[in-house]
């Protein structure tokens, strides 16, 4: 249990450092065992720095997968894997791994994304991770009736599917998501904050690892240190 905080001045900077971080990460995977792994986070705030690493000249593979994903078809605007794929365009050695079928169907995509990381144990070489304002991360929250399925430590399981509730109005589908233990299986494990009303939430998850957050688990649960970069 323990945490590292870096604080910018602005999206920008933050945006800037944790690019640099990334790139850092993927070429000593590169250069040490041969490819980077990752798990990304989905929303708008990681997308430059998805577009930056694209554009860093690795000269290596990367293979990335989704910290969750939204039970769509592949080919809409609410799904991670195709916002991480198009971000990635530049890159061909940049591989993508989705979590979800093509067309999006819970049970199956569950099985697919399960039968994925069976074959991948590895842990990721970084994870990004990204909070919502009630203290979610991947599609881990508050209020889904098997949160704890996906936070605790012994469920044995990589992979959830899970129903928010109540339904995020900008995105009300279900999700499949990486549990915490899987994502907390890496080398490096970096939280992006965004907003003072996040920070809030972020303080009171430190002081209280029974906060009703689920990012309070995470900071509380974790074997390593987790980065946590904030901006206003």
Not at 112 to 132: K, R, T, Y
Not at 162 to 169: A, D, E, F, R
Request: net charge negative; charged share 15%.
């Amino acid at each position: 249990m323990s945490w590292i905080e870096h604080t910018y001045p602005d999206t920008s900077a933050l945006v800037t450092q944790v690019s640099r971080i990334f790139e850092e990460a993927a070429r000593q995977a590169i250069a040490q065992r041969g490819r980077a792994f990752f798990s990304l986070a989905g929303g708008r705030t990681p997308l430059p720095i998805y577009a930056y690493l694209a554009n860093a000249g690795l000269n290596g593979p990367v293979l990335a997968v989704p910290g969750d994903d939204r039970c769509v078809p592949h080919d809409h605007a609410a799904c991670n894997w195709r916002n991480l794929r198009d971000a990635f365009y530049t890159d061909p050695q940049i591989q993508v791994q989705p979590l979800t079928t093509a067309d999006g169907a819970s049970e199956a995509s569950l099985t697919q994304s399960q039968h994925f990381l069976a074959q991948h144990p590895e842990a990721f070489d970084a994870v990004l991770i990204g909070m919502g304002a009630d203290g979610h991360f991947a599609s881990l929250f508050p209020g889904a009736a098997n949160l704890q399925q996906g936070l605790a430590g012994d469920s044995g399981l990589a992979v959830i599917a899970t129903t928010p509730n109540p339904l995020p109005p900008e995105a009300p589908f279900s999700r499949i998501s990486l549990t915490l233990p899987r994502l907390l299986h890496a080398r490096e494990v970096h939280v992006v904050v965004t907003g003072q009303d996040k920070y809030s939430i972020l303080q009171q998850a430190k002081q209280d690892a029974g906060a009703p957050y689920p990012i309070a688990t995470l900071l509380h649960a974790s074997p390593i240190p987790v980065h946590i970069h904030w901006s206003p």
